[in-house]
C-alpha cells in the first residue's frame, strides 16, 4: 500500500504527504505509528463517551431503554442487566438507537468531535452489529471474513480473546487504519451456527448498508434474538437445552484424543487419576497474577460441559448445544447413548451459567486458593461499571468530587456489607475487608490505602482523574535542571525516581492538585507501598536515591515559591534515612521465607488473614504481635531482621495460623518503620 507525494498525509497533519512525513518516514512505519496513535486514543474517548452518556441520559430513560432492549431479544430484563449483555445493551443504546433523528453518538461528535483524530471520528461512526468467521488465528493478529460480502479483515487480538478458527463473532470492528479492533461488547459463536445465521444474513442486506447509514442499524435486536432463539425450534431441540445430559461414545484411540484436547484451547484437564481423566471444557478463560504470592496465575475457567474419559470409552456431560460443539471439535462418533442427568459425576451439583472451574500454577495450597479467588473478584469488582453507579467502576466513582455519585456508592457499600452478613449476592464471593481502604472510604482497618484520601487511579492518561499537565512538567524541568552536564549515572538516578514518583501522581491527584497540597501521607504511601508497583528490584540504594533526588525536588519546589514543602517533608524523610533502606532489604528477605512456607506443608493451616501486624517485643523464633482486632499473637520469623526489627514496625501481608497456634507469613510482605504507623493512626513512641 502506497500513498502519492502530493495528497495529504496519513498522520494527519494536514500537509501534503511529500512535506510531512514522507520526507524520511516509510509508509508502512507511518501506517504503523498511525495504528498506535489511534488506539492509544480510543480508551479515552470511549471514557468521554461514558461520562456524556451519563451526563445527558436520565437513569429512567436507560431504565425504559433496557425494557425495550429485553423484549425485542426475547429476554428478561434480569438477564440482560447481567455483566454478559451490559456492553450490548449500551452499544445498541448509544450507537444504534436514533432519539429526535440522531443516536447518542452522533450527538456527542456534534458537540466534542472536533478534538477527535478525524480517522477515529470516522471509525466511531461506522461502528454497526456484523457477523464475521475466524479464518485464521496468529498471535497477534486474527484474519475474519464477513460470509456474504467476504471482506477481510485483520483484527488485533488482545489477551482475553481466545478464539479458534471456524467459529463466529458477532461484535462491531473499529477501523484503525491497515487493521481494526474489536469494539467492547461481542458474541463468540461455535462452527455450526455458521450456515443459519448466514440464511440470517441473506434475508437482512441492510446489515451490509448499515457502515454508512445509521438509520439502517434497526436490525440489531432481531440478530440478537435470533442468537438467544437459535436451537429452540422443535420439540426435540428444545427439551435437549433445558435438560442436563450425558452422551456415550466409542474411543478408538485415547492417546490421540488426548493430544487433540491437550493442543486445543478450550480444553482443560481436571482430574485424573491411573484409569480415568476429567476435562472441562471452557470457550472463555480469565486470568490474574498475585504478585504477593511472587507470580502465581489464577485461571478461572467458566465451565460449558465436561469429558470423562474411562478406559475405550468418553462420555460428555452438559447441555445439548455444548456437547454437539464438544463432539464436533473432537470429532466423536457415532453416538452410544444419551440419559438425562441431575448433577455433574464430578462434582456432584448441577451445571449452570456462571459455573466456573478455576486452578492455579503453581498449584495454591486449599485455603490459600479461596482467599486468591476472593481477591481477585473483589478487584474485578473495583472496576467493573456498576448500575446503581450510573454505569461507572466504584474505583472511579470514589475518586470523582461527586457528591450525588459518592451518595451512591457509599449506599452500595451499606448494601453489600449487609449482604455479606447474611451470605447472600455477590458480596459472599469477595473479600469485602478490602473495599473500604481500597475505595478510600471511612474504615476501622489498619491499612496502607488509608494514608490516601482518594483511591489511586491508574491507566487514565489525559482523563478527569490525573493532575493537570503543569505538574508533570515541573519534575520534567526539574530534572533537567538537575542533570545537565552531570554523568550517566547522576541522570539515570534522578531519571528512575522522578519516572517513578511522576506515575504515582499522575493516579493520585486530580486536576486541581498543587504541590502546596503534597502531604506526608501521600510521600509515605509512595515510598513504602506503591513503590513496588512502579519497580522491578527494590534495593538499599534504590531506597537511597529516593530520599536524596526526593529532598533535593522539594528544595527546588520552594526556590519555585512553593513554599514550606520542604520544611514539611525533611523530618519525614530524615527519619526513613536509615529504616527505609532495612525495609526495602528484609522484604527480599522475608519473601523467600514467605515462599518456602506457601509451597511447604501447609496442612496444618487453621486460617488464613490478609492484614497489617504490629510488633510488640522479640520472642523465642520470632515476636509478639498485635494483629488489627488487637489479638496479640505468636509471629514465627526464621529470617535473621532482629537487628534491624523494633517495636512498634508494622508488617503487612498474608498470616496463616498453624496447628501450635503460632503464625507464619504466607505472601510476600510489605514493612513499614514506626513513623508509618503513626502516620496511619497507630500510638507509638516515635515523633516526627
Known amino acids: 500500500m502506497s500513498v502519492g507525494r502530493n495528497e495529504l498525509c496519513p498522520c494527519g497533519s494536514g500537509k501534503k504527504y511529500k512535506k510531512c512525513c514522507g520526507v524520511v518516514t516509510p509508509i508502512t512505519e507511518l501506517r504503523s505509528r498511525h495504528e498506535q496513535k489511534l488506539q492509544k486514543e480510543y480508551a479515552g474517548w470511549v471514557e468521554r463517551l461514558n461520562h456524556f452518556v451519563g451526563a445527558n441520559v436520565t437513569s429512567e430513560v436507560i431504565s425504559d431503554a433496557r425494557s425495550l432492549f429485553a423484549e425485542e431479544i426475547g429476554l428478561s430484563e434480569e438477564s440482560v442487566m447481567r455483566p454478559e449483555w451490559a456492553a450490548h445493551f449500551f452499544n445498541w443504546c448509544v450507537l444504534d438507537v436514533k432519539t429526535?433523528?440522531?443516536?447518542?453518538?452522533?450527538?456527542?461528535?456534534?458537540?466534542?468531535?472536533?478534538?477527535?483524530?478525524?480517522?477515529?471520528?470516522?471509525?466511531?461512526?461506522?461502528?454497526?452489529?456484523?457477523?464475521?468467521?475466524?479464518?485464521e488465528v496468529d498471535r497477534d493478529v486474527l484474519t475474519v471474513q464477513q460470509p456474504i460480502s467476504h471482506e477481510t479483515h485483520y483484527l488485533l487480538r488482545s489477551n482475553n480473546l481466545q478464539v479458534e478458527p471456524g467459529q463466529v463473532i458477532v461484535g462491531r470492528l473499529l477501523n484503525l487504519g491497515l487493521r481494526d479492533m474489536l469494539f467492547s461488547g461481542s458474541i463468540i459463536l461455535q462452527p455450526h451456527v455458521k450456515q443459519p445465521?448466514?440464511?440470517?444474513l441473506k434475508e437482512h442486506p441492510e446489515v451490509e448498508e448499515a457502515a454508512n447509514d445509521t438509520a439502517k442499524r434497526v436490525y440489531t435486536t432481531d440478530l440478537y434474538r435470533f442468537i438467544v432463539q437459535f436451537g429452540d425450534e422443535g420439540s426435540d431441540e428444545v427439551k435437549s437445552a433445558d435438560a442436563l445430559l450425558r452422551r456415550s461414545y466409542a474411543v478408538v484411540n485415547?492417546?490421540?484424543?488426548?493430544?487433540?484436547?491437550?493442543?486445543?484451547?478450550?480444553?482443560?484437564?481436571?482430574?485424573?487419576?491411573?484409569?480415568?481423566?476429567i476435562w472441562v471444557y471452557a470457550t472463555r478463560k480469565e486470568e490474574h497474577l498475585f504478585p504477593a504470592l511472587k507470580g502465581a496465575l489464577l485461571e478461572l475457567y467458566e465451565v460449558q460441559a465436561e469429558v470423562l474419559i474411562q478406559d475405550d470409552k468418553i462420555m460428555l456431560e452438559g447441555y445439548a448445544p455444548q456437547l454437539d460443539e464438544v463432539?464436533?471439535?473432537?470429532?466423536?462418533?457415532?453416538?452410544?447413548?444419551?440419559?438425562?442427568?441431575?448433577?455433574?459425576?464430578?462434582?456432584?451439583?448441577?451445571?449452570?451459567?456462571?459455573?466456573?472451574?478455576?486452578?492455579?500454577?503453581?498449584?495454591?495450597?486449599?485455603?490459600?486458593?479461596?482467599?486468591?479467588?476472593?481477591?481477585y473478584f473483589a478487584e474485578k469488582w473495583l472496576v467493573t461499571p456498576h448500575e446503581s453507579l450510573d454505569e461507572l467502576a466504584p474505583i472511579l466513582v470514589a475518586a470523582s468530587d461527586n457528591a450525588e455519585l459518592n451518595g451512591k456508592l457509599q449506599s452500595l457499600m451499606e448494601q453489600?456489607?449487609?449482604?455479606?452478613?447474611?451470605?447472600?449476592?455477590?458480596?459472599?464471593?469477595?473479600?469485602?475487608?478490602?473495599?473500604r481502604p481500597r475505595l478510600a472510604l471511612e474504615n476501622k482497618d489498619l491499612h496502607v490505602n488509608n494514608l490516601l484520601r482518594r483511591p489511586l487511579i491508574e491507566g487514565l492518561p489525559e482523563s478527569v482523574y490525573t493532575v493537570h499537565p503543569d505538574r508533570l512538567a515541573d519534575m520534567s524541568r526539574f530534572v533537567q535542571e538537575m542533570t545537565e552536564g552531570k554523568s550517566e549515572a547522576t541522570v539515570k538516578k534522578y531519571d528512575e525516581v522522578m519516572n517513578n514518583f511522576r506515575s504515582f501522581v499522575r493516579g493520585a491527584f486530580g486536576p486541581t492538585f498543587t504541590w502546596d497540597q503534597?502531604?506526608?501521607?501521600?510521600?509515605?504511601?509512595?515510598?513504602?507501598?506503591?513503590?513496588?508497583?512502579?519497580?522491578?528490584?527494590?534495593?538499599?540504594?534504590?531506597?537511597?536515591?529516593?530520599?536524596?533526588?526526593?529532598?533535593?525536588f522539594f528544595k527546588w519546589l520552594d526556590k519555585q515559591?512553593?513554599?514550606?514543602?520542604?520544611?514539611?517533608?525533611?523530618?519525614?524523610?530524615?527519619?526513613?534515612?536509615?529504616?527505609?533502606?532495612?525495609?526495602?532489604?528484609?522484604?527480599?528477605?522475608?519473601?523467600?521465607e514467605a515462599n518456602q512456607n506457601l509451597y511447604g506443608n501447609t496442612n496444618g493451616l487453621t486460617q488464613l488473614a490478609e492484614e497489617t501486624i504490629m510488633l510488640l517485643e522479640p520472642d523465642k523464633n520470632g515476636w509478639i504481635a498485635k494483629r488489627s482486632n488487637g489479638e496479640k499473637i505468636k509471629l514465627s520469623l526464621e529470617a535473621d531482621a532482629g537487628q534491624v526489627l523494633s517495636s512498634d514496625w508494622l508488617i503487612a501481608g498474608l498470616f496463616g495460623q498453624t496447628e501450635d497456634g503460632s503464625w507464619k507469613v504466607y505472601g510476600t510482605p510489605e514493612l513499614y518503620p514506626p513513623v508509618v504507623a503513626l502516620l496511619l493512626g497507630v500510638p507509638t513512641s516515635v515523633l516526627v
Do not use: C
Request: charge should be neutral; glycine fraction near 4%.
Open 327 to 375: 463432539a464436533d471439535l473432537l470429532q466423536l462418533h457415532p453416538l452410544q447413548d444419551e440419559e438425562e442427568i441431575r448433577v455433574l459425576s464430578s462434582t456432584g451439583s448441577k451445571l449452570s451459567k456462571g459455573t466456573l472451574f478455576i486452578t492455579s500454577q503453581p498449584t495454591l495450597p486449599p485455603k490459600v486458593l479461596q482467599w486468591a479467588v476472593q481477591t
Open 100 to 135: 429526535g433523528g440522531s443516536t447518542l453518538l452522533e450527538n456527542y461528535v456534534k458537540q466534542h468531535g472536533r478534538r477527535m483524530e478525524p480517522d477515529l471520528r470516522r471509525a466511531f461512526a461506522r461502528l454497526h452489529l456484523n457477523v464475521y468467521e475466524v479464518m
Open 197 to 200: 445465521i448466514l440464511e440470517w
Open 254 to 277: 485415547r492417546n490421540q484424543l488426548i493430544k487433540e484436547m491437550e493442543a486445543t484451547r478450550s480444553f482443560e484437564l481436571k482430574r485424573k487419576d491411573a484409569a480415568n481423566e
Open 561 to 592: 515559591g512553593v513554599a514550606g514543602l520542604h520544611s514539611e517533608t525533611q523530618p519525614l524523610l530524615v527519619e526513613l534515612k536509615e529504616t527505609l533502606p532495612e525495609a526495602y532489604r528484609l522484604r527480599g528477605v522475608l519473601e523467600k
Open 518 to 552: 503534597l502531604r506526608k501521607e501521600d510521600l509515605v504511601y509512595f515510598l513504602v507501598h506503591d513503590i513496588y508497583v512502579r519497580t522491578d528490584a527494590t534495593t538499599k540504594t534504590l531506597a537511597t536515591n529516593l530520599l536524596s533526588v526526593l529532598t533535593a
Open 416 to 435: 453489600m456489607e449487609q449482604d455479606n452478613k447474611l451470605g447472600q449476592g455477590l458480596a459472599r464471593f469477595i473479600r469485602m475487608d478490602m473495599l
